[in-house]
């Protein structure tokens, strides 16, 4: 299955199990421990706060596994499980990343029981939030261009764009970070706005030999130039922008604005 597919899924899986936490609970409520054995199979799920007593161990498990697929971890991220012959409490919340995901299923809960009315539709007609929505397969779900952005206030472009490449030899083809051309124009867009434009051409430059039909890279490279002070740099960028997008009337007008 497609990392695409896996995702899709995984949304479905959790929004139907958000959905299921929000039928009225047991009695006893949502809280504290369950003891005790079903009759003909194995004892209930313990230790559920967010989910009524009474759900089948099914259910919870499917979801479990829909959480795994969506941050692309293992149970081990949230649960106490030390491998073959350690401890495995998977009623522990010993760990803080079981706390984090209670907090999240509730605060998706939340957002979905107020999203038909904010968007104006039924609720059979709404798109509804799971973990899949902003995790895409990874555990801290920040954009690419953040990760580049600390990567580089210590190590500059070439830690930013090495880290790039690292996450882009990983997870190309899925939807976990940007790799489109805009990743790396924003990066750029970034060094000049902290006046690092030799910065700002390492991540153009590099942009160039991912996308070399880039229209929006090679401007970039002109108004990079331009602030050096380099205006046949800028001029010659820019010829090659618009001779990438000759409909562009925006890069027209500055290529003929860097001629006088």
Same mark, same amino acid.
């Given at each position: 299955m497609t990392r695409l597919s896996t995702l899709a899924l995984a949304t479905v899986l959790l929004t139907a199990s958000i959905a299921a936490a929000q039928q009225p609970p047991a009695?006893?409520?949502?809280?504290g421990t369950v003891t005790? =054995?079903?009759?003909?199979?194995?004892?209930?799920?313990? !230790?559920?706060l967010i989910f009524?007593?009474?759900?089948?161990?099914? %259910?919870?498990?499917? %979801?479990?596994?829909?959480?795994?697929a969506a941050l692309g971890v293992q149970c081990n991220y949230c649960h106490v499980q030390e491998g073959r012959g350690g401890r495995n409490d998977m009623a522990s919340d010993e760990k803080p990343a079981k706390k984090a995901a209670r907090g999240m299923m509730t605060l998706a809960r939340e957002i979905n029981a107020k999203l038909p009315e904010a968007v104006g539709k039924g609720a059979? =007609? %709404? %798109?509804?939030?799971?973990?899949a929505t902003c995790h895409r397969g990874v555990p801290i779900p920040k954009q690419i261009t953040d990760i580049m952005t600390e990567a580089g206030s210590t190590g500059g472009a070439a830690a930013g764009l090495a880290t790039f490449k690292q996450l882009r030899e990983k997870f190309y083809g899925g939807q976990s970070y940007d790799f489109s051309e805009g990743a790396l124009i924003t990066m750029a867009q970034r060094a000049n706005t902290a006046t690092k434009y030799d910065d700002a051409l390492?991540?153009?430059q590099a942009n160039l030999e991912y996308y070399p039909k880039s229209a929006r890279s090679y401007s970039a490279v002109a108004q990079m130039k331009t602030a050096k002070g380099d205006k046949p740099g800028a001029i010659a960028a820019m010829e090659k922008a618009v001779?990438?997008?000759? !409909?562009? =009337?925006?890069?027209? =007008?500055q290529l003929e604005a860097l001629k006088k």
């Amino acid at each position: 299955m497609t990392r695409l597919s896996t995702l899709a899924l995984a949304t479905v899986l959790l929004t139907a199990s958000i959905a299921a936490a929000q039928q009225p609970p047991a009695p006893g409520g949502v809280t504290g421990t369950v003891t005790g =054995a079903r009759a003909g199979g194995p004892p209930p799920m313990s !230790n559920l706060l967010i989910f009524p007593k009474d759900t089948p161990r099914e %259910t919870v498990i499917t %979801t479990m596994q829909a959480f795994t697929a969506a941050l692309g971890v293992q149970c081990n991220y949230c649960h106490v499980q030390e491998g073959r012959g350690g401890r495995n409490d998977m009623a522990s919340d010993e760990k803080p990343a079981k706390k984090a995901a209670r907090g999240m299923m509730t605060l998706a809960r939340e957002i979905n029981a107020k999203l038909p009315e904010a968007v104006g539709k039924g609720a059979a =007609a %709404t %798109t509804r939030v799971g973990c899949a929505t902003c995790h895409r397969g990874v555990p801290i779900p920040k954009q690419i261009t953040d990760i580049m952005t600390e990567a580089g206030s210590t190590g500059g472009a070439a830690a930013g764009l090495a880290t790039f490449k690292q996450l882009r030899e990983k997870f190309y083809g899925g939807q976990s970070y940007d790799f489109s051309e805009g990743a790396l124009i924003t990066m750029a867009q970034r060094a000049n706005t902290a006046t690092k434009y030799d910065d700002a051409l390492v991540y153009l430059q590099a942009n160039l030999e991912y996308y070399p039909k880039s229209a929006r890279s090679y401007s970039a490279v002109a108004q990079m130039k331009t602030a050096k002070g380099d205006k046949p740099g800028a001029i010659a960028a820019m010829e090659k922008a618009v001779e990438l997008d000759p !409909n562009n =009337a925006q890069m027209k =007008a500055q290529l003929e604005a860097l001629k006088k």
